[in-house]
């Protein structure tokens, strides 16, 4: 398992979201709807438990713990920023 951010996405955090080098970000599955895809990802920052995997990416750490590893399956996740803002891909 390995989470993946684009130096676009370290810089939106950054400079849109406010983030700071120091901040620990947690990438956590949430529920949100009932559909064909009723799990999403959420983030908050936050200082790890039982980190699963973590990386440093201009200077501020973004990690997911192991209660929320069984959704990626073993796939690489990564977070990236596209037109419409942060976006969460996982795979290749």
Known sequence: M???VTPSAAACFREEWGYEAGDRVRVFVRYVSG???PY?????????????????VQG?????EQKDA??????PLTIDLQEDGIVFRLGG
Do not use: C, N, Q
């Open 70 to 75: 069984w959704f990626l399956e073993g796939k």
């Open 35 to 37: 559909g064909a895809e």
């Open 60 to 64: 501020i750490t973004f990690y997911m």
């Open 2 to 4: 390995e989470i993946v």
């Open 40 to 56: 999403g990802f959420g983030i908050m920052r936050d200082d790890p438990m039982d980190p699963a995997a973590l990386v440093a």
